[in-house]
C-alpha cells in the first residue's frame, strides 16, 4: 500500500508515519522542507500544496492508494486536492474537526437557536454560519497554525471531498489534540502555576463544567492510521475523541494528579474573577464528541492510556515552553486579589 501525505511533518504527522510504516505502508511526504535525510524510509516530495498541479507527474508516478492531507484549510483548497488527484489515487482522507457542528457556533454565538443536544454524533446539525470563531481567534491560532487561511472553513473541505464520485474520500473530525509537540502549548498554563508554587487556581464557575473533546496525539494518529488502512472507511465520516467527557474542572484535576501538585483548585463567580481569566461565549453549550463509530466500524481505541498521555505532556511542557510568555495572562496579584 502507498500513502502520500500532505503537510505531514507537523504535530500530528511523524506519529501517523510511524503507524503506517508499522502496518508496513510505503509512506511518501509531501512538503516544502527539505527533510529527505531524516527517514531513510520515508520518500519525500518537495513542493507547495497551493500548487499541487506543478507536480502532477510525480503524483501520477507515485500513484498513491491513499492521500492523506493534514492542511486543509478552505474549500478551494479541497477542490484542488481533489483535482490533483482525481485519477490518480484511489482515495482521499481529509482531516477535519469537530468545530463543524453548529454546537460550535452557538458556544461562540454566531449561530441562532437552542443548545445542541451532546455528546456530538456525525449526524448532529452542522453550523450554518461560515465562519468558524470569532476573527481574532483564528489569527490568535494561525500564528501557531500558519496553513490556516482568511477562508477557513472546515465544512466547505468536508463537501469537497465527499462530493467526489470518481475519487472516494474519508472525513475525521478531529479534537483538541494535546501531547509532545502541541504548538498550542494547551497544558501549559495549568502545568506553569503548579510549578511556579501557587497553591490555588482558579476556575470561573460557569466555565469549570463546559466538556470539551480532547485526544492525545499518539492515539489521534492512531485513529488516522486505521482510517487510512480501512476499506470500510470509504466514504465515512468520523468523531475522533477519547471516550472519557471530562468537564474543565475534572481535566484540571486529573494534569495535577499526574503532574503531583497538592494544591486546591477553587471555583469563583464570573464578576469576582480577573480579566485574563474571562472567556467569551456561551459556556451551557458543551462541545463533548461521540467516537463510538470509528470504534464500531473500524476497531479503534487509544493505544496510550489517559494517565501516559498526561505524564508524557506535562514532561515536554516542562522542557519546552513557548518561545513566547504573556505576563499578562500569569497576573497573580490579580488572581491572588480574588481570594482576598
Given at each position: 500500500m502507498r500513502v502520500l501525505l500532505i503537510g505531514g511533518n507537523g504535530f500530528i504527522g511523524p506519529a501517523v508515519v510511524q503507524g503506517l510504516r508499522r502496518a508496513g505502508v510505503e509512506v511518501t511526504l509531501f512538503h516544502r522542507e527539505n527533510r529527505s535525510g531524516t527517514d531513510p524510509d520515508v520518500?519525500?516530495?518537495?513542493?507547495?500544496?497551493?500548487?499541487?498541479?506543478?507536480?502532477?507527474?510525480?503524483?501520477?508516478?507515485?500513484?498513491?492508494?491513499?492521500?492523506?492531507?493534514?492542511?486543509?484549510?478552505?474549500?478551494?483548497?479541497?477542490?484542488?486536492?481533489?483535482?490533483a488527484f482525481r485519477g490518480v489515487a484511489g482515495r482521499v482522507v481529509a482531516l477535519s474537526s469537530i468545530d463543524v457542528y453548529r454546537a460550535c457556533g452557538i458556544l461562540h454565538g454566531s449561530e441562532p437557536g437552542p443548545v445542541q443536544p451532546t455528546p456530538l454524533t456525525e449526524e448532529s446539525e452542522l453550523r450554518t454560519v461560515?465562519?468558524?470563531?470569532?476573527?481574532?481567534?483564528?489569527k490568535k491560532a494561525r500564528k501557531n497554525l500558519p496553513w490556516?487561511?482568511?477562508?477557513?472553513?472546515?465544512?466547505q473541505v468536508e463537501q469537497a471531498v465527499m462530493s467526489e464520485s470518481e475519487l472516494p474520500g474519508t472525513v475525521l473530525r478531529l479534537p483538541f489534540v494535546y501531547g509532545p509537540g502541541d504548538k498550542n502549548h494547551r497544558l501549559?498554563?495549568?502545568?506553569?502555576?503548579?510549578?511556579?508554587?501557587?497553591?490555588?487556581?482558579?476556575l470561573i464557575e460557569e466555565w469549570a463544567q463546559w466538556v470539551a473533546p480532547r485526544g492525545f496525539v499518539e492515539s489521534v494518529a492512531a485513529a488516522i492510521v486505521a482510517a487510512t488502512v480501512a476499506e470500510r472507511a470509504r466514504g465515512r465520516i468520523y468523531n475522533v475523541a477519547e471516550p472519557e467527557h471530562y468537564s474543565d474542572l475534572e481535566w484540571a484535576r486529573a494534569i495535577a494528579r499526574v503532574a503531583g501538585w497538592?494544591?486546591?483548585?477553587?471555583?469563583?463567580?464570573?464578576?469576582?474573577?480577573?480579566?485574563?481569566?474571562?472567556?467569551?461565549?456561551?459556556?451551557?453549550?458543551?462541545?463533548?464528541?461521540?467516537?463510538?463509530?470509528i470504534r464500531s466500524e473500524l476497531g479503534y481505541s487509544e493505544p496510550v492510556a489517559l494517565n501516559a498521555a498526561l505524564r508524557a505532556t506535562i514532561a515536554w511542557e516542562r522542557a519546552n515552553p513557548p518561545a513566547e510568555i504573556d505576563p499578562a495572562q500569569f497576573d497573580y496579584a490579580a488572581e491572588d486579589a480574588c481570594l482576598d
Open positions: 520518500n519525500h516530495i518537495l513542493g507547495d500544496r497551493n500548487d499541487l498541479a506543478a507536480h502532477a507527474a510525480a503524483f501520477r508516478k507515485l500513484a498513491p492508494d491513499v492521500v492523506i492531507d493534514f492542511i486543509l484549510s478552505s474549500g478551494r483548497q479541497a477542490r484542488s486536492l481533489m483535482e461560515s465562519r468558524t470563531c470569532p476573527e481574532e481567534v483564528v490556516l487561511d482568511d477562508e477557513y472553513d472546515k465544512i501549559f498554563p495549568m502545568v506553569k502555576r503548579m510549578d511556579d508554587g501557587r497553591k490555588v487556581i482558579l497538592e494544591g486546591e483548585i477553587r471555583i469563583i463567580p464570573s464578576e469576582r474573577a480577573p480579566q485574563h481569566l474571562k472567556r467569551h461565549g456561551n459556556p451551557r453549550q458543551h462541545w463533548s464528541a461521540d467516537s463510538t463509530r
